[in-house]
């Protein structure tokens, strides 16, 4: 290594605007916010309202630097210590952090987000386009079980919503019926995990997002229409679980009802 890779020098192309001013207040899904780009930095921003989705690289400046290992005690201080560049942990090295915001309009030097995690007056170090080729579908990860269920609930939504792009009531059926399975099944997304589902095409698109299951290589997902009921059948080898809907969901019920009020729930240890 030459010492030319200790002197690398960074200059801010913008900054973050949000209300969030405090790191600990930042909530997990993100919020509205906007981008202020520097003037000298305008022509760099032709035609970026062709996309919909934006990588943002942010310096996050109240960050500690000399963190290698790390829980991530926000979402559950039970996890086990991770090394930090196996995270997204702001606490690292180089503070970079990688966010990916929904760009919802542009306004002269101004963009206007949404998902954005970071505090006002966040530098902006730089901007990329978020292509289809960038989407795993099924990528391997840890599993980073949320404590607090309101979290792991927004989690949830959050992903069924990237994936389904719509708030229909099917999708609030999916949210609750993934959040049952992980309770009873573990990690949504194992090679071992089986899942059918009879309902609606919004049901089982917006599940297939959630467990990220194949139709093959390995064969995870099977699907059945029907317009007369709501059913997810997950299966693995030492258990199945059945959850049939009593009733429809909206987004007013959806936080509401208790998961025995909403669902027939029969599990089976084989
Ligand atoms: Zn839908």
Redesign the pocket.
């Known amino acids: 290594m030459t010492d030319d890779f200790l002197d690398i020098v960074l200059k801010p192309i913008g900054v973050v605007r949000s209300a969030m001013i405090n790191p600990d207040d930042v909530p997990m899904a993100g919020q509205p916010g906007r981008v202020e780009i520097f003037p000298q930095y305008s022509e760099a921003l032709h035609r970026i309202d062709e996309n919909s989705h934006l990588w943002l690289l942010l310096w996050f400046h109240k960050s500690d630097r000399n963190c290698l290992r790390s829980v991530p005690a926000r979402v559950n201080p039970n996890l086990p210590e991770y090394g930090v560049f196996g995270l997204r942990s702001p606490n690292r090295p180089n503070p970079i952090a990688l966010t990916l915001v929904n760009l919802d309009s542009v306004n002269g030097n101004i963009l206007q987000v949404h998902g954005l995690d970071a505090i006002d007056g966040t530098p902006v170090l730089d901007i990329k386009s978020y292509y289809e080729q960038d989407i795993v579908f099924s990528p391997k990860t840890p599993y980073i079980w949320a404590h607090n269920p309101v979290m792991r609930r927004n989690i949830f939504l959050k992903q069924a919503l990237s994936h389904?792009q719509?708030e229909?009531a099917?999708?609030f059926m999916a949210v609750r019926m993934a959040l049952v399975a992980d309770e009873y099944m573990g990690h949504l997304n194992r090679p071992d995990l089986m899942l059918t589902v009879t309902g609606s095409a919004?049901l089982a698109d917006t599940l297939q997002g959630l467990s990220r299951a194949r139709l093959a290589n390995p064969p995870r997902f099977n699907f059945q229409e029907t317009m007369s009921l709501n059913r997810s059948l997950w299966e693995k080898p030492n258990r199945t679980l059945t959850l049939t809907a009593r009733q429809e969901l909206n987004a007013e019920t959806f936080t509401k009802l208790t998961d025995e009020e909403l669902f027939i729930i029969e599990l089976k240890e084989l």
């Open positions: 389904h719509e229909c099917d999708l919004c």
